[in-house]
């Protein structure tokens, strides 16, 4: 069966809420006999790895309930959630959120005293909840006060680890609905959608540097969860007109948008997403019926006749975390009802779950989407280039003397690039793999795939890229496709003497293009590069600057915009490879250093990384600027996050240059990202609405290469 190796936990306070099914055991006084006998059922059931505690009032009891488990081989886990829910302490309902400093703080507090508790059980994982959601008009500040408050319990967690010589807690938030129900039976929590859980997840890990914090994703809360975003309909209107016989016609207005907010469950497609995120699992049950007694997140048994989760609904979800490779543990949280008996509730469960691991679509079945290039531009089609390169080479030419060039440079202006010049440049590598984009096939099925889905306004690349892309338009205007090349804005790569890794690497001269060769392959403009090393090697760098500058006023002379990116750069030590710096005062400063080359700035963009405090950085100059992807993360909700942040961050930012992180985005399809991207730039989408967008283009038109190459090639 799949995910063997995943621990199995039990959430114990719901499924042995307390003698006779009471709330003993969630309100942290539960009976000496029934708490012991609890944890020794559990103990002893090695189908369970774990268990996921919450507080026990009395000392006396937790010392004995902490020496028994101490004796056993249950991984632990504490759970403040009951805590918070039952609220016995009468703090404000916004909790660890509320704008309310006072109140916020008092919830703090409460939350230090179980992280100690949690620390005295050797427990592995603290779980809590973000607190009652304020409301749309305070949600924004609630999310500020819930990141701050995080921190600071992360700090505190950390301090009293060293204190106690002791691992850190994993401090997980659970994501919870977000309906406000008069009766009571959902939670109404701030955190809430996954995409915003993930946003409050990348700032307490990537700003606050608290790599022990993640998130807990319920399969219960999946059918809970609504995410808002702004739906987008094309629509027609007919409008009757008076003619000049006196007689009415009818006008139509096409391409006319309707906007509309639209409320939608998740689905198992978010799992994805949350995968760097994602500490640890549950898997429950609820009602939907309004009518049913136990309507709500009320955690009741499989065996629950009107239970909104059944096995179809378990076998996804495994499905999912299994294709994702999730690794932590999977916790049950189910509650026994009426006369139920918490054993036979958890005989149950753990037949229901081991029944949808044995399932062949879940274990075989490829429910994760996995972009293959070969798939998309096989093998064969690709060996053709080199005899169109030998029989008809001068179609290249041809192709690109004839394309149909832009009115004007941007549409709206904005623009949204490819990047496709890095192998020129001895930089190959992406995640594991050293040379993925030394491989030709792979990366021109990429940049193809992401070029012919129309949704991105032009290339960045070196000579031998958009040859090869003016013999595939070539193929496909014969086909009698309209060629992708034309009203796209192709930039050519200048200077690409500076090779990763060499000595003088920073000796960066025209290798590729030169400005006379921009005008005579009929392309847009011309794109140059300009690193600042400020210590042994500072020579080269000022002498790359000199030619830089050159080539910038050639190009003024040609009439051509060039697209210009400084980057300060070092080495952490000799044998290590230059990185960008990436911080806001060295950004301003060579900002300041390119802004002045030339003779003219009047047709110069810049392109530059997204960085914490860009509002200054745009400050330093007048010139429209892209943004960069920078190295592959092999996740495009980094670029499109950074991309939507730095659109705010001054108007003159105008879009994004990117490359790496479109063409290699995991297992995603780039004509996908790149789509993300270009709505995030050129409609003003969210990175949370860009993302759900990206979902419904993959594979789209996927055939239609390998369609164009039999019909002209065979």
């Not at 055991?25 to 539960?30: F, K, N, S, T, W």
């Not at 293009?513 to 500072?538: C, H, I, M, Q």
């Amino acid at each position: 069966m799949i995910l063997e190796k995943n621990m199995v936990t039990v959430v114990h306070p719901m499924a042995f809420p307390g003698r006779q099914n009471t709330n003993s055991m969630l309100r942290g006084e539960p009976g000496e006999r029934y708490l012991m006998e609890s944890l020794k059922v559990l103990a002893k059931d090695p189908y369970f790895g774990g268990i996921e505690l919450t507080r026990i009032k009395d000392p006396s009891l937790m010392k004995k309930a902490i020496d028994y488990l101490s004796k056993t081989d249950l991984h632990i886990f504490f759970t403040a959630q009951p805590v918070q829910i039952l609220n016995e302490e009468g703090y404000a309902p916004t909790d660890i959120s509320s704008i309310n400093e006072l109140d916020r703080i008092n919830s703090i507090n409460r939350l230090k005293e179980m992280i100690d508790q949690a620390y005295e059980f050797n427990a592995e994982g603290f779980t809590l909840m973000s607190g009652r959601d304020p409301g749309e008009t305070l949600r924004e500040s609630a999310k500020l006060s819930l990141i701050r408050s995080i921190h600071e319990l992360c700090e505190y967690s950390s301090k009293r680890a060293k204190t106690l010589k002791k691992k850190p807690l994993k401090i997980i938030l659970e994501m919870f609905d977000r309906i406000d129900d008069p009766r009571g039976r959902f939670h109404n929590q701030l955190i809430g959608p996954t995409f915003e859980a993930i946003e409050i997840a990348r700032r307490l890990r990537d700003e606050y540097h608290h790599d022990e914090f993640g998130l807990l994703y319920d399969l219960t809360h999946m059918f809970l969860i609504r995410n808002i975003h702004i739906k987008h309909e094309n629509i027609n209107i007919e409008v009757p007109t008076e003619a000049t016989s006196g007689s009415a016609t009818t006008q139509k207005y096409e391409n006319l948008v309707k906007e509309e907010m639209v409320e939608e469950p998740e689905t198992t497609e978010v799992l994805q997403y949350l995968m760097p995120y994602l500490f640890h699992v549950h898997i429950g049950n609820c009602v939907l019926d309004p009518n049913d007694p136990n309507y709500g997140d009320s955690h009741i048994s499989f065996a629950y006749p009107n239970g909104a989760i059944k096995l179809r609904e378990v076998a996804d979800f495994i499905k999912a975390l299994h294709e994702m490779g999730y690794k932590g543990p999977i916790g049950f949280e189910i509650m026994p009802r009426g006369r139920e008996g918490s054993v036979p509730v958890l005989q149950h469960a753990k037949s229901f779950y081991d029944d949808v691991r044995t399932w062949q679509d879940v274990i075989y079945g490829v429910g994760r989407y996995k972009f293959v290039t070969r798939e998309y531009f096989p093998e064969w089609a690709f060996f053709k280039l080199t005899d169109l390169r030998i029989k008809n080479s001068e179609i290249i030419e041809e192709t690109l003397k004839s394309r149909k060039k832009r009115k004007d440079l941007t549409n709206d202006g904005y623009l949204v690039i490819l990047a496709a010049d890095h192998p020129a440049r001895r930089v190959t590598s992406v995640g594991n793999s050293p040379t993925a984009m030394g491989d030709r096939l792979e990366y021109l099925g990429r940049i193809v795939r992401t070029l012919t889905s129309g949704y991105v306004d032009g290339v960045m690349a070196t000579p031998d890229i958009i040859d090869e892309l003016a013999m595939i338009d070539h193929l496909y205007k014969k086909a009698g496709r309209e060629g992708f090349l034309d009203n796209k804005v192709l930039i050519g790569s200048m200077n690409r003497s500076g090779l990763s890794g060499i000595e003088y690497e920073m000796d960066d001269m025209l290798t590729s293009y030169w400005p006379r060769d921009l005008v005579r392959n009929n392309l847009d403009a011309g794109k140059l590069l300009f690193r600042l090393e400020t210590g042994r090697y500072s020579r080269w760098s000022v002498r790359t600057l000199q030619i830089c500058a050159e080539a910038v006023r050639e190009c003024s002379e040609q009439g051509l915009p060039v697209f210009l990116e400084p980057l300060p750069v070092a080495k952490k030590d000799e044998e290590s490879s230059y990185e960008t710096i990436m911080d806001a005062d060295e950004l301003i400063k060579i900002v300041g250093i390119v802004s002045g080359i030339g003779g003219s700035s009047a047709k110069t963009w810049i392109k530059i990384p997204y960085v914490p405090n860009f509002e200054r950085v745009v400050r330093a100059t007048t010139l429209p600027i892209l943004i960069l992807g920078g190295d592959s993360k092999e996740d495009p909700t980094y670029t499109i996050e950074n991309i939507s942040k730095a659109l705010e961050s001054g108007p003159n930012v105008r879009g994004a240059l990117v490359g790496r992180n479109i063409l290699f985005p995991g297992d995603d399809d780039p004509a996908a990202v790149m789509y993300a991207v270009y709505k995030t730039v050129h409609e003003g989408l969210s990175a949370m609405e860009a993302l759900e967008e990206m979902i419904k283009v993959r594979n789209k038109n996927f055939d239609e290469l390998k369609e164009i190459f039999k019909e002209t090639l065979m």
